[in-house]
């Protein structure tokens, strides 16, 4: 293969040519990832993120990618690749640059500024999944962002699902999300606070997952993770935390009185097995 450097396709700070020729050897395209991406990733995050750009652009298997096969990639994909590392090595999300994620066993639609769906939700999902598949009342989610948790609760259990959300990309991305999984969720521009006491639909399940983490967890996130998702604003003490889902407990309790609050999960949980209502 033959390689050709020139300042000229390089206008950017990430290291990768923005008309740099793209060979089919697998080797050749790891190790230019490699060399745009070294300073943030570890070789086998490196490894992991090229097999996603292949697939989601080329089309290429797993098995493709770990036998190293030759494949042939189009200039408009080797473009979409180029870019693709940019934005990697400019720290943003592989969910973002892909403009998707897995959540549940589906597919998720994704775009900044809306959250990206995290693991550790899924288990807030199956939770309630296990707990209420059977019921057929009505569940709300507070905060729906992305809408993976009312989306994938209106796909397993047989509950009405209504989802609130005050922010418009928000909305809109749950109701995409809503359309490609075919599923019925009455998505609103609703502001919790402010519809405290003119709320008219009896629910048997809240939910929410408030947009924050702890100051202790993100420590354990990565930095591009950190910058792009949870500025300092939404990294909160333990103490603080808590407080939050104190009061989120407290607003449902005075708004709903016969809820039982369960502080323990993080994302909060909130769930009872009678209808409550105004």
Known sequence: YRFLYSEQFFNNSSGVPDAFILPSSMKHILSQARGALQKRYSDREIRFLVKDLLHHFCGCSDLDFYTGKDINISLEQRQEVNKALRMLSDGMPIQYVLGECEFYARRFLTQAPVLIPRPETE??????????????GNLLDVGTGSGCIAVSLAAETSMKVEAWDILPEAL????????????????????LFKALGSVERRYDVLVSNPPYICQSQASDMQENVLSFQFPAQF??????ADHLVGLMVGIMQGHFPDIVGNADFLPAAFAQGEAIGP
């Open 123 to 136: 288990e807030l999902v199956d939770w309630i999944v296990k707990e209420y598949s059977d019921n057929q």
């Open 172 to 191: 809109a991305l749950c109701r995409r999300n809503a359309d490609l999984h075919q599923v019925n969720v009455e998505v609103k521009g609703q502001d």
């Open 235 to 240: 990294q909160l003490p333990a103490v603080a």
